[in-house]
């Protein structure tokens, strides 16, 4: 709303202050309206852009400046005597060319010059955990996740050491981290761009946190404790391992099932049986039940941050 009570005053007050300071006719109106136009747009452009923008515009006007310094110095001096007649006349042609030119090839290569486009996209950072896990290709496939998917250089040099580690289940994740992003690059569904940005943190994860509160960007993993960090930092985080908890069939104690008993539990004639969705189920007294497919009843449900447990009697 204050927004809006400045751009009416703007509005209003340019007429009025060119028609009394100015001169009082209806062109000191007219262009005191088309000052207060200017203002407004001016307002409403730089408003959309972020800051790394107008310095990246400003470096291109001074390279294009300094670029008409050193030619109109070589022109002045090393030319020969018709030259400088036609330069003196067109010079400020040039100057406003070469300006142009470095402002509009800059803002047009700020992508490169930054690392990631922001324009009108929403941002998704992909953690290590979610690139090894690779459930991401199937989100991004089915366009659950839209916008930019976001690969950190930190993430993957660090994906890229795992896969060249001695432990063969290290080297597996690492390689595995690595055949996902690239499967993302290939994906026709989403964008992806790579940042080499690396804020200064103690560990991975907060890194990874500071990274997405510079960018105002979500992160997509499998750490919870990704979760914690994030929440102090007022970062969102799209934990996988949450979304396929909350995807879980809903199991109400009362409710029979037809259950699988795999092995024997921890304690004394308890058996393990899981649901489709891995869930995991103790039955009591279900040991004897090994091997075979059991009718059970659900008498209590364990909600975990890991996940849910189901616990059950034979019936």
């Known amino acids: 709303m ?18 009394d300071f100015i001169d009082k006719d209806p062109l000191s109106l007219a262009a005191g309206l088309l000052c207060g136009l200017i203002v407004i747009i001016a307002e409403a452009v730089f408003k959309r852009l972020r800051l790394i923008k107008i310095m990246i515009a400003c470096s291109g006007f001074l390279l294009g400046w300094l670029l008409f310094v050193f030619i109109d110095y070589a022109v002045l001096n090393f030319a020969g005597q018709s030259a400088p007649g036609w330069w003196l006349e067109h010079a400020q042609y040039v100057k406003l ?43 991004c496939e089915i366009n659950f996740l839209s916008g ?34 690239a499967r993302l690059q290939e994906l026709k569904e989403i964008t992806v761009r790579v940042t080499s940005k690396t804020p200064k943190a103690q560990d991975e994860t907060e890194r990874l946190v500071k990274l997405a509160k510079s960018f105002d960007a979500e992160i997509v993993t499998l750490d919870f404790n990704v979760n914690k960090i994030g929440a102090l930092y007022d970062v969102v985080v799209l934990n996988i391992a949450d979304l396929a908890t909350a995807l879980k069939p809903v199991v109400l104690p009362g409710e029979s099932m037809s259950l699988f008993i795999m092995k024997d539990g921890k304690e004394k004639e308890q058996g393990i049986g899981y649901l489709d969705d891995g869930t995991m189920v103790v039955v009591e007294e279900g040991r004897r039940h090994i091997g075979k497919r059991t009718e059970v009843a659900v008498y209590s449900i364990l909600q975990t941050p890991s996940g849910r447990m189901i616990f059950a009697k034979v019936k």
């Not at 204050?2 to 028609?19: D, E, G, K, Q, V």
């Open 2 to 19: 204050p927004i809006w009570i400045f751009r009416l005053s703007t509005l209003i007050a340019f007429p009025f202050l060119t028609y």
């Open 97 to 139: 060319g070469l300006v142009i030119f470095g402002v509009l090839a800059c803002l047009f290569k700020s992508r490169d010059l930054e690392g990631l486009s922001y324009k009108g996209r929403h941002l998704k950072i992909a953690d290590m955990t979610a690139l090894m896990d690779g459930r991401i290709i199937d989100l």
């Open 148 to 181: 930019i998917i976001v690969l950190p250089v930190f993430v993957l040099e660090q994906l890229n050491k795992m896969a060249a580690s001695k432990d063969p289940l290290e080297r597996a994740k690492g390689r595995r981290g690595l055949d996902v992003a």
